[in-house]
């Protein structure tokens, strides 16, 4: 299992949730407000974002991030994989994550 974060802005976060979940490229996503300051092109930016935490299983990540960049309108959207520490998880919930995830419509993966 995989957590994959990227801020996105506030307009565009339930749309490109919704849809990662929709398409099953992603078991859940939370969005959660927060203010980021970076530099940008030589400046210094402040803007509201939502952060999304997009679970995924380990071997899905690739066909998420393709989707995110498609879906995401920055030049140059946030996408970071961190690994999922799953021994020290609930078991359950990793086998929840990787079911959900697996890139098939409903009912239509791999049993």
């Not at 339930?14 to 992603?26: F, G, M, P, Q, S």
Request: with cysteine.
């Amino acid at each position: 299992m995989r957590l994959v974060l990227s801020n996105l802005p506030p307009e565009h976060a339930d749309r490109i949730a919704a849809t990662l979940v929709e398409e099953r490229l992603a078991a859940c996503v939370n969005l959660l407000p927060v203010r980021s300051v970076y530099r940008w092109k030589g400046e210094t930016c402040r803007e509201d974002e939502i952060t999304a935490f997009i679970k995924v299983r380990a071997d899905g990540v690739d066909a998420l991030r393709r989707r995110l960049v498609e879906l995401h309108p920055y030049e140059l959207p946030e996408v970071l994989a961190l690994p999922v520490d799953a021994a020290g998880s609930l078991e359950a919930y990793i086998q929840w994550v990787r079911a959900e995830s697996d890139g098939h419509p409903t009912g239509a993966g791999p049993a």
